[in-house]
C-alpha cells in the first residue's frame, strides 16, 4: 500500500503464533492439565476484564489502544489472571520435573503511523511473572526492558517482537526482506510460515510455574498508534477462533454519507459545479502568476525521490516566521530553526539552504542528491522527514534531537562532561552509521563532514549522524568521484584531498578518526595556542600528534579527558584510542574499512596494532616548511606544495618541488 503523504499508515494483520515448549515430559501429562480458566477469547475488548497501564486504554467502540500518538511512551494489557504453564505431575507423589505446556494464541492488530517511511518500535506478545513493568523503557525495549536488565536470565520474560524499526544493535537483520499479507478473513495456512521449536522451560518454570500473558507496545521518538482489536489464547491446545464480523473496525473517513448527498446533489449543482470550477481555476491561474516570484519550485524528477514534500506556509507557521528565538544555529551551509508542525504538533528541525540560480544544472543535482539522502533510514542517521523548495531557497526538515550536538556536550561551557560509557556509545552509533552509508544503502554515500557538531543526540542520549550538505552518492562499483574543491573543516580533512581530489570511504574513515580523538580525549582536532607543554612550535596543538607521543611514552589511555578524572575502563581507552590513530593514518589504504571498525568496537575482531616505526602526522609538513610555509596546517598540505607519489613496501614519497623526501613506514600494521 503507498498512501499519500500526510495520511495515516494503516495495516492489518492476523498473527497465530504456536509455539511447542519442550518438555522432559510427554506432551499427555500436559494436555491432562487444561481447563476453562487456560483459554479465553475476546472478539473485542469492550468490557473485557484486562488489566491496563501505561498508555493502553479501551476506546467505547472496543479497540485496544496501547499507545496513542505521544512520542516516548508505552502501554501494556494483562489478561488478569496467571495462567500455569508448567502442568503438575501425573501422580500427587512422583518426582520427575514437571512437564512445560504448550500454548498457542491468535491476535489482529494494526499500526497507524504519523509518517509513511517511519514509526515507533513495534508490538510485542509477552509471557512474565509480574504485572509490574515500571522501570522498562518506552524505546526499543518496546517497553518490557532496560539498557540494564536487557538479557538477563532472571527476567524470566518470554515475548514474540513484531518490530517496525532496525535495532543495530541487537544483532536486527537489514530491511531485504519481505513478509506476505493476506485478508483477515482468510485461514490460515495449513503449514506455518515459519516453524520452531523451542524450549521454554528455562523461562516459564519459574516459582509455582504460574505467569501472565499480555501485549506491549512502545513509541520511541515517533508517534505511533497499535490497535489490538481482537485476541484469543489456549493452552494445550489451538486459540479459540475470533469471530472477525465482530472486531472493532479501525478509524476510517465515512464514505457512505458522503455517497448519498453526492447521489442527491449532483444532478441539481452539476452546472453550477462547472461554472465555479471554472472560476477557480482562473483565480489559481491569476494567483500563480502573481506569486511566481515567491512560490515552490516543483520539477518531474522530484516525484521519484521519497522524502515528503512540506508546504513552504506550513514550514512558516511551525518556526513562527523562522523567528529569531528559535534559531537553534548558524552554520556555513545555512540556518536551523525549531519548529512545530500545525497538524501533528510534531517538533522539528528546519534548515534554510540558501543556493545560488548561476549554475541551474548544478541546484538540480545538489536537490536531487538532498533527496536520495532522504531515503536514507538508520537508527544513527537524523532522518529527513521532508523538504520545500523555493526560488534560491532549499528547506530541510529533520526530526528535532531534543539533546543538541554532541559538540556541544565536550566542549560547552555549561554541559556535565559526558562520562566514559557514553562516549563510546556515541563513537559506535557513528560507527555503525557510516558503515550503513558505506555498504549498507543501494549506493555508496561518502558524507564528507563528519565531525562532532554534525552528530546530534536524540531524547535517548543515542549518537545520529546528520547534515548531509556535503555528501556525495556514488553508484557501486563506479569510480571515486573527484571534487572540485576540498570542502570540510580542519583536522578532519584526510591529508590526500589536497592532491588526488577524490572523495572516498577513506576519507570519511580520516575524519571518524578524528572524531573519535576529539571525543576521547574533549579536545578539538586542532588547537591554537594550547596549555603549556601541547604547542607545537607555532602554539598549534594537533591532537593526534599528542595521542600518538602519548602512545610511544607507554600511556595513550592517559590521554583520555581528564575531566573523567580516570573513571574509565583504561584498556578500553587504549582501544578506542588506538583505533582513533590508525583511521587517521596518513596513507588511505592503512585505514581500516567502518566494517572492521565497528567489529573492533563489538570485540568481534582484534584491533590492527600500530607499529613503533609509526610516524608523526606533522611529518607531512616537514617538506612544506621547508620551503617557507610557516602556516602551521600540518594536516592538511597545499596541493601545489606536497604531493604523496606512491605508497610502496611500507613507505611512501613526499615530493616538493624539485626535491623528494622518503618517509619509512616499514610495518605501519601488524594483527595482534
Same mark, same amino acid.
Not at 218 to 224: A, E, F, L, R, V
Not at 345 to 350: C, L, N, Q, S, Y
Not at 433 to 442: A, F, I, R
Not at 484 to 490: D, E, H, M, N, P
Given at each position: ?189 495449513? $503449514? ?87 472560476? *477557480? ?10 506569486? $511566481? $516570484? ?17 508546504? !513552504? ?23 536551523? !530553526? ?13 534548515? =534554510? ?5 548561476? *549554475? ?37 526538515? !529533520? ?30 552509533? =557513528? ?14 554515500? =561518502? ?128 582501544? =578506542? ?36 616505526? !609509526? ?58
Amino acid at each position: 500500500m503507498h498512501p499519500k503523504p500526510n495520511s495515516i499508515v494503516s495495516f492489518l494483520v492476523l498473527l497465530l503464533f504456536h509455539v511447542l515448549i519442550l518438555s522432559h515430559e510427554s506432551s499427555a501429562a500436559a494436555a491432562a492439565a487444561g481447563g476453562d480458566s487456560d483459554h479465553f477469547r475476546y472478539d473485542g475488548f469492550a468490557g473485557a476484564p484486562l488489566d491496563l497501564d501505561g498508555m493502553a486504554m479501551v476506546e467505547p467502540d472496543g479497540k485496544l489502544m496501547l499507545t496513542n500518538v505521544t512520542s516516548q511512551m508505552k502501554g501494556h494489557a494483562f489478561h488478569p489472571a496467571p495462567l500455569r504453564f508448567v502442568a503438575p505431575p501425573p501422580k500427587p507423589n512422583a518426582t520427575a520435573p514437571a512437564a512445560a505446556r504448550s500454548f498457542s494464541t491468535t491476535f489482529v492488530f494494526a499500526i497507524a503511523a504519523e509518517y509513511v517511511t517511519v514509526s515507533g518500535n513495534g508490538l510485542a506478545f509477552f509471557v512474565a511473572p509480574s504485572k509490574n513493568l515500571s522501570a522498562a523503557l518506552p524505546s526499543q525495549f518496546l517497553g518490557l526492558f532496560n539498557s540494564e536488565n536487557n538479557g538477563n536470565a532472571s527476567n524470566r520474560v518470554f515475548a514474540v517482537e513484531l518490530d517496525t524499526i532496525r535495532n543495530q544493535e541487537f544483532g536486527d537483520i537489514n530491511g531485504n526482506h519481505d513478509v506476505t499479507l493476506a485478508p483477515v478473513e482468510v485461514p490460515r495456512p495449513r $503449514r506455518p510460515l515459519l516453524s520452531v521449536a523451542v524450549d521454554l522451560s528455562p523461562v516459564v518454570a519459574a516459582a509455582d510455574g504460574a505467569a501472565y500473558v499480555g501485549l506491549s507496545s512502545s513509541t520511541g521518538p515517533h508517534k505511533t498508534r497499535h490497535y489490538v482489536l481482537g485476541w484469543s489464547f489456549a493452552m494445550d491446545g489451538p486459540a479459540p477462533p475470533l469471530d472477525y464480523a465482530k472486531l472493532p473496525k479501525l478509524p476510517r473517513a465515512s464514505t457512505k454519507r458522503r455517497s448519498m448527498v453526492l447521489k442527491v446533489l449532483v444532478p441539481v449543482a452539476a452546472p453550477l459545479l462547472a461554472l465555479a470550477v471554472f472560476v *477557480a481555476v482562473a483565480s489559481v491561474l491569476l494567483w500563480r502568476r502573481r506569486r $511566481r $516570484r515567491h512560490a515552490e519550485v516543483r520539477e518531474d524528477w522530484e516525484v521519484e525521490f521519497g522524502p515528503h514534500r512540506f508546504a !513552504y506556509k506550513d514550514l512558516v507557521r511551525a518556526t513562527r516566521g523562522f523567528d529569531g528565538k528559535r534559531l537553534l544555529g548558524v552554520g556555513g551551509f545555512g540556518r536551523v !530553526y525549531r519548529g512545530v508542525l500545525p497538524a501533528s504538533g510534531t517538533e522539528v528541525a528546519v534548515k =534554510v539552504v540558501s543556493l545560488s540560480h548561476d *549554475a541551474e544544472q548544478g541546484m538540480r543535482q545538489f536537490v536531487a542528491e538532498v533527496a536520495s539522502v532522504g531515503r536514507l533510514r538508520h537508527r544513527n542517521v537524523v532522518p529527513l522527514l521532508g523538504y520545500c523548495r523555493r526560488r534560491g531557497e532549499l528547506l530541510l526538515v !529533520y526530526d528535532y534531537m531534543p539533546n543538541g550536538s554532541l559538540d556541544r556536550w565536550l566542549h560547552g561551557q555549561s554541559a556535565p562532561p559526558l562520562g566514559w560509557a557514553q562516549r563510546v556509545r556515541a563513537i559506535r552509533g =557513528v560507527a555503525a552509521g557510516l558503515l550503513y552509508l558505506h555498504e549498507g544503502w543501494e549506493q555508496v554515500v =561518502v558524507h564528507r563532514d563528519v565531525k562532532a557538531s554534525n552528530v546530534l543526540l536524540d531524547g535517548e542520549m543515542d549518537a545520529r549522524l546528520g547534515d548531509f550538505g556535503l555528501a556525495r552518492l556514488y553508484g557501486r562499483g563506479a569510480a571515486d568521484p573527484r571534487t572540485t574543491r576540498v570542502v570540510g573543516t580542519l583536522g578532519y580533512l584526510a591529508p590526500e584531498l589536497a592532491h588526488t581530489r577524490r572523495v572516498t570511504p577513506a576519507t570519511d574513515v580520516f575524519a571518524f578518526g578524528s572524531f573519535v580523538l576529539e571525543v576521547a580525549c574533549g579536545r578539538r582536532p586542532i588547537e591554537h595556542g594550547g596549555a603549556t607543554g601541547d604547542d607545537g612550535d607555532d602554539g598549534e596543538f594537533v591532537l593526534a600528534d599528542w595521542v600518538l607521543d602519548r602512545w610511544h611514552k607507554g600511556d595513550i589511555a592517559g590521554a583520555a579527558d581528564a575531566r573523567l578524572r580516570g573513571d574509565y575502563d583504561h584498556e578500553e581507552a587504549a582501544l =578506542v584510542l588506538k583505533l582513533g590513530l590508525l583511521c587517521t593514518h596518513p596513507a588511505p589504504a592503512a585505514r581500516p574499512p567502518m566494517r572492521l571498525v565497528v567489529q573492533v568496537l563489538d570485540g568481534d575482531a582484534p584491533l590492527p596494532e600500530l607499529a613503533p616505526t !609509526y610516524r608523526s602526522f606533522i611529518t607531512l609538513a616537514i617538506v612544506q616548511n621547508a620551503d617557507g610555509d610557516d602556516s602551521g596546517a600540518a594536516s592538511c598540505p597545499s596541493s601545489s606544495t606536497v604531493t604523496t607519489t606512491s605508497v610502496d613496501d611500507g613507505a611512501f614519497s613526499v615530493h616538493s618541488g624539485d626535491r623528494m623526501q622518503k618517509i619509512e613506514t616499514c610495518s605501519l600494521i601488524e594483527t595482534l
